[in-house]
């Protein structure tokens, strides 16, 4: 795989550590995320967002769900840590769209 095809991504607990993952896969998530997460409070669970998000991906990429838990996780990390979707202070945890 060429660097072309990975991208880096943060993690807000662990700030200036940067790791690089599958492009395709991610922008897949990426995109699953932002389509399913509302602008505005009360934004949705993890519990919902796991539920939701695989009729949001292609199935060739994630073939029956493979390693959905560990790519939505990586990429709510990374929307977190550049700001573009934020953790509200409720419990159970919600996550929405800055």
Excluded: C
């Excluded at 993690?11 to 990426?30: E, F, L």
């Excluded at 995109?31 to 292609?58: K, M, V, Y």
């Amino acid at each position: 795989m060429t660097a072309s095809e990975k991208v880096q991504v943060e993690n807000p607990n662990h700030p200036g550590s940067v790791r690089y993952v599958d492009r395709a896969m991610y922008s897949a998530m990426k995109q699953a995320f932002l389509q399913l997460l509302p602008d505005s409070s009360p934004g949705l669970t993890l519990a919902e967002l796991r539920e939701a998000i695989p009729a949001n991906l292609p199935s060739d990429l994630f073939p029956g769900g493979a390693k959905v838990g560990w790519w939505a996780k990586t990429v709510q990390l990374d929307l977190e840590a550049k700001g573009i979707i934020v953790r509200e202070k409720v419990v159970p945890l919600r996550l929405r769209k800055r």
